[in-house]
């Protein structure tokens, strides 16, 4: 069985950073693209940042230089570093891993108010 958790998630004021966590268990996490992706209310899914089995890595451009995505395959977990956060930056952050199928996490929220 299949499951991504994730966690770190909660409200954070403009500025301030966060920390989030996907764990991963029921595949060979070292194998498979992870990837962050948020949902805002009123807004499609979209994604966040991507990493692939070989660490490159790319972001969504209202991201760079401020969310840095990094992965531990001894942990089988990948994390999404947020600094320098914005009211924008609110939404469920989800969690995806991507190889021949798509997995997806529950979801975790992340709330940047003052």
């Known amino acids: 069985q299949v499951q991504l958790v994730e966690s770190g998630g909660g409200l954070v004021q403009p500025g301030g950073s966060l920390r989030l966590s996907c764990a991963a268990s029921?595949?060979?996490?070292?194998?498979?693209?992870m990837g962050w992706y948020r949902q805002a209310p009123g807004k499609q899914r979209e994604l966040v940042a991507k990493?692939?089995?070989?660490?490159?890595?790319n972001y969504a451009d209202s991201v760079k230089a401020r969310f840095t995505i990094f992965r531990d395959n001894a942990k089988n977990t990948v994390y999404l570093q947020m600094n320098s956060l914005k009211t924008e930056d609110t939404a469920v952050y989800y969690c995806?891993?991507?190889?021949?199928?798509?997995?997806w996490g529950q979801g975790t929220q992340v709330t940047v108010s003052s």
């Open positions: 995806n891993a991507d190889w021949t199928q798509r997995y």
């Open positions: 990493i692939t089995s070989g660490g490159s890595t």
């Open positions: 029921g595949i060979a996490f070292r194998v498979y693209a």
